[in-house]
């Protein structure tokens, strides 16, 4: 989210630099060009004064100050008062009775005739040199830049808080939505000032909402349509125990049997509060060190041999510690219901290249094979591979079925890293 901070703040400083531009440089323009024409209008006020005393056969103060303009003389007989210059083209031309103002070098002149003395028209000049008609500027033009490096610091410091409210609002959206997508479907935003954001967030409360009431709805109907089928299966076990031949006896009470943990699954998955979504995580060798030492003392009562080669260093993947241990105690449940007691089994964890990991879990029974040719006369449903399969493939991983080194089965689930 910070770079839709910073793109707001490049675009308000783009914003108030172009309009800063066009508001500063006309006033800095028109400042100058005010203090030209007031050093002039000074510059003319001088050469008028002088004008009128030397219309009455006075002699002027002839100021040469800094901040005045440089007064001079011309007399019809060549004398000269004053500031030293010399008589230009301009000097003759005012000689003529006309009074102007002229562009000189370094500066601009104003030259006042005076007529009607016995020796000929005087000519007043007054000149204002580059550095009176310019003084100020450099520093109203400081004082104009300073204006506006505050205007455009102050607009930053606005850009930057109107973002980080906008960028804190769709944060708590974001947030909410991993919530939700992470499983934790009571995550609520708060709804903001901002009438278009409150809008999505109060619309993503409701859906939210709503996806809590169908999942409820969905678990509920799942567990009450498992729940009617034990009244036919209890109905089928009174059956089964009418059954004269005892090898069919055994072998309808293990299918029974299997049909009763197949709906005991079906209601114990229904109930599950939470499913975890894409932020899901689990520790693949803590979970398999934990689960193998609970199946342990099992093996121990039938005589299996358990042997566990595990990574050192942990593995983390992309399933829920709660589902990746289901997936596993399936798969040990099945070698344990589905081979001889005394037969070994081994467990293998290892990292995978474009990270995760792998957990198979192997034995030394009569395979697949044995058992499809078999019929299935163990009384397998397949439940168990079929809820390993399926965390797998929910993560993003696989499940792969081979024969196992040691003789039997092996299966192999992969996840992916979180």
Known sequence: MNGVRVQLNL?????????????LVPIGLLLRS???????????????????????????????????????????????????????????????????????????E?????????????????????????????????????????????????????????????????????????????????????????????ELNRLAARIQQLLQAERQEVADLAHRLRTPITALRLDVDSVHDPHDQARLVTDVDALVRGVDEVIRTARRPMREGAHARADLVAIVRHRTDFWSALAEDSGRSLALDLPTAPIPVRVSPHDLSAALDALLENVFSHTPDGTGLRVTVGPTVAGGGTVAVEDAGPGFAATMASGRADGSTGLGLDIARRTAQAAGGSMRKDTSPLGGALVELTFPAP
């Open 11 to 23: 675009l308000v400083a783009a914003t108030t630099s172009l309009v800063l531009l066009a508001f």
């Open 34 to 108: 005010s203090a030209e024409q007031r050093a002039v209008a000074t510059a003319s006020t001088q050469a008028q004064a002088a004008a009128a005393l030397v219309a009455l056969g006075q002699t002027p103060h002839l100021a040469t100050g800094p901040a005045e303009a440089r007064l001079t003389v011309f007399y019809a007989d060549g004398r000269r008062a004053g500031a030293a210059a010399s008589p230009s083209q301009s000097v003759e031309l005012a000689r003529r009775g006309q009074a102007f103002t002229a562009r000189a070098d370094g500066g601009i």
């Open 110 to 202: 104003v030259l006042v005739p005076v007529q009607g003395l016995e020796a000929g028209t005087a000519v007043v000049r007054a000149f204002a040199p580059d550095e009176l008609l310019h003084q100020g500027v450099l520093r109203a033009w400081g004082a104009l830049a300073g204006l506006g490096v505050a205007l455009f610091a102050l607009s930053l410091v606005f850009a930057d808080r109107m973002g980080r409210r906008l960028v804190r609002s769709v944060t708590a959206l974001a947030a909410t939505a991993d919530h939700l997508a992470a499983g934790d479907l009571d995550a609520r935003v708060v709804p903001s000032d901002t009438p278009e954001l409150r809008r999505v967030g109060l």
